[in-house]
């Protein structure tokens, strides 16, 4: 049963770097129609997606957040990597990885399964 | 932006019938899917492609669509499913999510 867990830091201070790591279990990250998503939630508002990178480097991603994310994967420890830089208190939230179905030209696009999400507080 | 708008809130008495819409800008072309999240647990897709429903969720949960509004319905509504739901599509190469809808199950 594939199993992705969340790890990082719990506290950021503004003006730095977040980076959080997703390690993938019970399965195998190279996949042609799987990518692997980054979404987040802050306190009390709605789920926003950051972005979604395949085994290959190839991404996507928001354009709201699109200058300060950067995504990467490493697939010899089966795990992808999220830096958002110059955080401010409006990136507190819980940040999940998900597996990511997306295929190029195709509408069918979902995230399953999530991590179980690791809250990141912005504060000094 | 491509926005998915979606209810605040809805109301439904246990073992009735709950419908949340999702509704967006020719979404008849596109595919939804809708996510369940319960306070303090991971979100859990219960439908994908409009109306197929993954292994494991119950069969009270189901997908439909109308022109350019998904409707999740679940049958027999129990305590157990209040919660947050959220549609999500895709538009040009970025996920986008309703704004979520809560569930009461009173």
């Known amino acids: 049963q594939l199993q992705l867990r969340e790890s990082g830091p719990g506290l950021v201070k503004p003006s730095e770097t977040l980076s959080l790591t997703c390690t993938v279990s019970?399965?195998?990250?190279?996949?042609?129609?799987?990518?692997w998503g980054w979404i987040r939630q802050p306190p009390g508002k709605g789920l926003e997606w950051i972005g979604s990178i395949n085994y290959s480097g190839s991404t996507y991603y928001n354009p709201s957040l699109k200058r300060r994310v950067t995504i990467s994967v490493d697939t010899s420890k089966s795990r992808f990597s999220l830096k958002l830089n110059s955080v401010t208190a409006a990136d507190t939230a819980v940040y999940y990885c998900?597996?990511?179905?997306?295929?190029?030209?195709?509408?069918?696009?979902?995230?399953?399964?999530w991590g179980q999400g690791t809250l990141v507080t912005v504060s000094s | 932006s491509y926005e998915l708008t979606q209810p605040t809130s809805v109301s439904v008495s246990p073992g009735q019938t709950a419908s949340i819409t999702c509704s967006g800008d020719k979404l008849v072309n596109k595919y939804v899917c809708w996510y369940q999240l319960r306070p303090g647990q991971s979100p859990l897709m219960v439908i994908y492609q409009d109306k197929k429903r993954p292994s494991g969720i119950p069969e009270r949960f189901s997908g439909s669509t109308s022109g350019n509004t998904a409707t999740l319905t679940i049958s027999g509504t129990q305590a157990l499913d209040e919660a947050d739901y959220y549609c999500q599509a895709w538009d040009s190469s970025a996920v986008v999510f309703g704004g979520g809808t809560k569930l009461t199950v009173l």
């Open positions: 998900a597996r990511h179905y997306a295929i190029v030209g195709d509408y069918n696009n979902w995230l399953d399964p």
């Open positions: 019970g399965g195998s990250i190279r996949r042609d129609i799987y990518y």
